[in-house]
């Protein structure tokens, strides 16, 4: 094969997954919306949701898990075989059974149904095969069916397997919004890495202070300026009024805009070169506001600012990195 064949048939493996998942979201309908609001009951009854499948829908069900615990759906996963020696512990009254089978008819799960009635749960089941002994013996259907696999001898599990994985993430997504699950939420079960500290970490956290914040008067000069950045090692200073509040701030960027051979511009005054009303962040804001900020208004510098619109500190995008926020 060339290398354009390569290309070619990479492309239509994705158009063969694209079919089916445009197959199955034109034929998701009102079961989906009855397994919603039984999950949501269970939940709401302290019940989990456990997941289970064998061979490539295991590791979908693993996934389709771990994704449901980390929006705030408590949830397990629960391996058949080792179900039957053992960890069939797991279910509990309250609990829903989300069975991942393509077929329908893996040995492992039809074994596990009869066990699973005298509980009881509520069983859920995402299948392609909806006359299948799982699909019969479920109290709601996810039809998933495709017209055929990407495996040129429609035998391994391709397309079956993306489209049962987006339904999943399409059914923790909706638990999540029907929820109210949030972004404060959200940092609590991701407490590592920068996705946590971001929406955990607030401006007061990382903010610049004390002698690390530079500061000028609006009458200042901007050699005045210039000073009081070089010994905050800060690029940029806020400049305000008599009051403390925040009136502009004037940045490297600003002092390159304006420079000139003039024999007094360093004895111009701060305010005709600064950049007037700044963007500015409150103390109590999350980094991962922060981070818009700066995407939003494309800036290096931010000021943070009390209620009354006093100086309170600075955010340099340079610490951003060192404090593992970006």
Known sequence: MTIMNYLNRAHEVLDIEIEGLQRVRQNLGDTFTRACDLILSSLDNRGKIVVTGIGKSLHIAEKLSATLASTGSTSVVLNPSQAMHGDFGILCENDVLIA?????????????????KRVPVSIVSITGCLDSTLAQHSDVVIPVTVDREACPFNMAPTSSTTVTLAVGDALAMVLLEARGFNKEDYAKLHPGG??????LVR????MRTGDSLAQVHEDAVIQDALVAMTKARSGSTAVLDSE?????????????????????????PVREVMTHSPITVTANQLAVAVLQVYEDHRIDDVLVV?????LAGAIDIQDLPRLKIM
Not at 203 to 206: E, G, T, V
Not at 306 to 310: F, K, L, P, Q, V
């Open 203 to 206: 401006a007061s956290d990382i």
């Open 244 to 268: 403390g509040q925040v009136v502009g701030i004037f940045t490297d960027g600003d002092l390159r805009r304006h420079i000139s051979d003039e024999p007094h511009f360093l004895a111009r």
């Open 100 to 116: 991942l089978s393509y077929s329908g008819e893996s040995d492992e799960l039809v074994a596990l149904i009869p066990i699973v």
């Open 306 to 310: 009390d209620e009354a619109g006093r």
């Open 194 to 199: 920068a996705i946590g500290r971001a929406l």
